[in-house]
């Protein structure tokens, strides 16, 4: 998704702390998602940290969640803007770790997502 308008796209940034309350007494709270993707009922969830920032518990909670149902595969992918250095792949089965990854390498990722699920090979 290219980003035509910037302005218009950070006026429709929605702050979830609308919803403070909604969840009873819980901690839980929405959790964006930076990139998402569907091909043939299977899910690519994308997400995108600054160098050195952490997951949060509740993202990995949720992250967890995802994949154990075997329809999901998220990349976390962590770098400056759109420079990716750093990559984390979970699938149901593993977790993938790229600690020196760039562009390439990302994007041999995300490919590499796509044939698997076109050409229906767990």
């Excluded at 998402?36 to 993202?59: D, N, R, S, T, Y």
């Excluded at 149902?69 to 792949?89: A, C, D, H, K, S």
Aim: proline share 5%; glycine share 10%; aromatic share 12%.
């Amino acid at each position: 998704m290219t980003i035509n308008d910037p302005d218009a796209y950070l006026k429709g940034i929605w702050d979830w702390g609308i919803l403070d309350g909604c969840f009873g007494t819980s901690r839980i709270e929405p959790t964006d998602i930076d990139g998402w993707v569907e091909h043939k009922g299977q899910f690519l969830v994308l997400e995108a940290k600054g160098p050195g920032v952490q997951i949060k518990e509740g993202q990995q909670i949720s992250i967890e969640a995802m994949r154990e149902t075997g329809l999901f595969t998220v990349i976390v992918v962590w770098g400056e803007q759109n420079q990716p250095q750093r990559l984390l792949v979970f699938t149901k089965q593993h977790e993938y770790p790229y600690d020196n990854a760039d562009l390439q390498t990302f994007r041999n990722v995300v490919r590499w997502w796509y044939d698997r699920v076109h050409n229906g090979t767990p």
